[in-house]
């Protein structure tokens, strides 16, 4: 991260704390760590924001978005699925 920058918290699935932070980074560096909650910024936009966000995100999933998708499980093998996805 350069310095005066901002590192955006928003997602937890591994369940994990966010951990290996340099705190003389964020001392004399002027380095941030800020947690971002979607649902409570959602009601900060207006319904033409929100709109043009949705455009710009459904655009950049039709041309740059991409995910690999490392297995797939029937409705029947769920628990391995869930088991495969925590080892991984």
């Given at each position: 991260m350069p310095p005066k920058s901002t590192a955006m918290v928003y997602g937890l699935l591994s369940g994990q704390a966010v951990s290996n932070i340099n705190?003389?980074?964020l001392i004399f560096q002027d380095k941030r760590i800020r947690g971002f909650h979607l649902m409570k910024w959602f009601p900060l936009k207006n319904n033409w924001e929100?709109?043009?966000l949705w455009k710009t995100?459904?655009?950049m999933v039709r041309t740059t978005l991409s995910s690999k998708i490392s297995n797939v499980f029937e409705y029947e093998n769920a628990v391995e699925g869930i088991e495969y996805?925590?080892?991984n």
């Open positions: 705190g003389a980074h929100l709109y043009s995100c459904a655009e996805y925590l080892k």
